[in-house]
C-alpha cells in the first residue's frame, strides 16, 4: 500500500491488497469500546489523580459528551471515506482522504490501537517489540494490526507535517 | 493598610498556578505527541519534541502551568487528542 499527497489536496491511499483493505475496514468498527470496560476507561481517562468531586463531576456531565461526540465524529468520517474504497478481484485499490480528514483519520486510528491494546492487555515491552512473532495467535495478529494502524498514522502526520507532493517513493504502511 | 495585605493574600491564592501533565502510554506514537503538543499549546517542534522525550523517558512531563480554567480547558484539548492528560495543583503553593 502507498499512502502520499494528491494535488495538494487529498492523501491517496493506493496499492491496496485485499487484506489491507481488509484492515483498513475494520478501523471504524475497532473505535467502539465496550461499556465499562478498561478500552472505554482508556478512551476517557480521568482529567485528575486526585479526588475532586466538583471536576470529576462536570467532567462527566459537560465534557466527555462532547469527547465522544468528537470521536463518533471521526469514526463517521473514516468510514465514509473508506465507503469509496472498492475492490475488484486480481486490482490493487484506491481510495482518496480529503486533507482536512487528515485529523479525523489520526483520531480514528489512534482510538482504534488504544481501544485493541486495552482490550488485549498488551505490555508496552510487546508493544514497542521488534521481533517476529513465534506464534500466530489472534493475540499476535491483533498486534500486527496495531502496527498496521500505526505506520499509517506515522505516514498520514509525514503528510500534515511535511506538505509533500506527489512524491514518488516505494515508501509503505 | 492591613485590609491591602489580606487583598494581595487572597490574589496570590486565586492566582495559585495549576499544572497540566501529560503521562506516558506505549499505544501513542511519539510523533503523534510532538503534533499535539505543538497544535494545543502553539510550541515550537523542539519543546515539543523535548516535554514528548520527558514523557516517555521519565513517564510524565508538566506541559503546561498556569490559571485553572485554562488548564482545565489544555487537559480536555489534550484527551480529544486521546492523550492521558490530568490536572494537578503546583506543588509548593
Known amino acids: 500500500m502507498l499512502i502520499r499527497k494528491w494535488k495538494k489536496k487529498a492523501i491517496e491511499f493506493s496499492c491496496i491488497e485485499q487484506i ?3 484492515l ?18 482508556r478512551i476517557f481517562p480521568s482529567p485528575t489523580n486526585t479526588s475532586d468531586p466538583d471536576l470529576l463531576r462536570d467532567w462527566d456531565e459537560y465534557v ?9 465524529s471521526a469514526k463517521e468520517t ?26 479525523p483519520w489520526l483520531s480514528a486510528l489512534n482510538q482504534a490501537r488504544l481501544i485493541l491494546a486495552a482490550k488485549f492487555e498488551f505490555s508496552e515491552a510487546e508493544l514497542s517489540a521488534l521481533d517476529l512473532p513465534k506464534t500466530f495467535s489472534q493475540r499476535e495478529l491483533v498486534l500486527h494490526q496495531i502496527n498496521f494502524y500505526a505506520a499509517i498514522q506515522e505516514r498520514i502526520i509525514e503528510i500534515l507535517n511535511t506538505g509533500e507532493d506527489n ?7 | ?13 486565586l492566582a495559585s498556578p495549576w499544572n497540566v501533565v501529560v503521562h506516558n502510554d506505549p499505544v501513542n506514537l511519539m510523533s503523534y505527541v510532538t503534533m499535539v503538543f505543538q497544535k494545543v499549546f502553539g510550541y515550537s517542534r523542539d519543546r515539543a519534541t523535548r516535554h514528548m522525550l ?10 503546561w502551568s498556569g490559571a485553572r480554567e485554562q488548564a482545565e480547558l489544555y487537559v480536555q484539548q489534550l484527551h480529544s487528542y486521546l492523550l492521558q492528560a490530568t490536572l494537578e495543583k503546583s506543588e509548593g503553593c
Open chain 1, 20 to 22: 489491507e483493505a481488509e
Open chain 1, 24 to 41: 483498513l475496514r475494520q478501523v471504524p468498527a475497532c473505535c467502539d469500546p465496550d461499556e465499562g470496560s478498561k478500552a472505554e476507561a
Open chain 1, 64 to 72: 466527555r459528551p462532547e469527547l465522544r461526540h468528537l470521536f463518533r
Open chain 1, 78 to 103: 473514516v468510514e465514509e471515506d473508506i465507503g469509496s474504497l472498492k475492490m475488484k478481484v486480481g486490482h490493487l485499490g484506491r481510495f482518496l482522504v480529503p486533507l482536512e480528514h487528515g485529523e
Open chain 1, 167 to 173: 512524491k514518488p517513493s516505494g515508501e509503505s504502511a
Open chain 2, 1 to 13: 493598610m492591613p485590609e491591602t495585605a489580606i487583598d494581595t493574600k487572597t490574589e496570590a491564592q
Open chain 2, 54 to 63: 520527558e514523557v516517555h523517558h521519565l513517564g510524565r512531563s508538566i506541559v
